[in-house]
């Protein structure tokens, strides 16, 4: 595994990578691997001739009151697991290999972005945006493998690829899991014990909602105060309790095939954020 810091070099590998007529997939991550994004790599390789896996903390995606100081960082460590799991290249950028200090453009998706995650982290997605366009032009990726656990960055990704004729096919692979349900994230090491266990209450309230649905439940406002009940009586802070359309992510009145269940929540200091998708 070759690991490139420099965007200039990396678009220099990207192209003699394309001249010799192999595809690229690009998985994008800000780092702390774990097996959710080891099973993005699986999927890549499936993708592709060849994986570049991308570890940057963007800033620009965090808000001034949110993690990106203690967000967990540690490249050595995720260097070893991508090499062990077969990634071609790990392109590792500094903050200042990816901003000149006078950057001045961003990329603004104004419609998904309103909903869920964005109603309360103003400026998220559109440094998603703006940092994952940079990445797609770096590597110069064929396809590119996001996680379903960030099911609105997906949507957004796909509604910015596609509005923007981007050449990359987008990949949405499912949720990796622990095995008592916790969604796999970089951020469940910043947990407490007892916050641990109270972030339980993310899956149980999706599953609880699920059961509700295959039981035949079609009330939509239902399943969300259903899922934020569970999700209080975990000891969550409940940020929002959804159902949504995965097409539009407006609220919806019924649930149906296509409805994602959202849920966010802190555990203490800690946001974490799960669905289901109908
Ligand atoms: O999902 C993430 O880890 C980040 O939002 C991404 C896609 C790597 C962009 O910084």
Redesign the pocket.
């Known amino acids: 595994m070759v690991v490139v810091k420099s965007p200039c070099e990396m678009q220099g590998i990207a192209r003699k990578i394309h001249g010799g007529g192999k595809t690229i997939a690009v998985v ?3 780092g702390f691997l774990h097996e959710g994004h080891l099973s993005l790599v699986d999927q890549a390789k499936k993708e592709a001739d060849v994986v570049v896996l ?1 570890l ?1 903390v ?1 800033p620009i ?1 965090f808000g001034p009151n949110e993690d990106y100081a203690v967000y967990p960082r540690d490249q050595k460590r995720d260097e070893a697991l991508c090499e062990a799991r077969g990634v071609d290249y790990l392109f590792a950028p500094d903050v200042g290999d990816m901003y000149s200090p006078d950057a001045s453009v961003k990329i603004d998706e104004s419609s998904l972005s309103r909903h869920l995650c964005g109603a309360v982290r103003p400026g998220h997605f559109s440094g ?1 945006c703006t ?2 366009t940079k990445l797609f032009n770096i590597t110069m990726a064929d396809a590119a493998v ?1 996680g379903q656990k ?1 099911a609105q ?1 997906v949507a957004v990704v796909r509604r910015m690829v596609r509005d923007l004729n981007i050449p990359v096919r987008i990949v949405m692979a499912p949720i990796v899991r622990e095995a008592d349900g916790l969604a796999m994230s970089s951020r469940n090491t910043r947990l407490t014990p007892e916050g641990r266990k109270a972030a339980l209450g993310l899956s149980a309230a999706l599953k609880a909602a699920k059961a509700a649905y295959d039981a035949g439940e079609r009330d939509a406002d239902k399943a969300r105060a259903l899922m934020r009940a569970t999700m209080e009586a975990s000891g969550l802070k409940v940020d929002y309790a959804s159902a949504v359309d995965y097409g539009t992510l407006e609220n919806t009145a019924t649930l149906a095939p296509g409805t994602l269940l959202a849920v966010a929540a802190y555990s203490g200091p800690v946001r974490l954020i799960d669905n289901c998708l109908l």
Do not use: A, R, W
Request: proline share 8%; no cysteine.
């Open positions: 994008p991550t800000m991308t940057f963007n995606q998603v940092v994952v996001f960030d960055q």
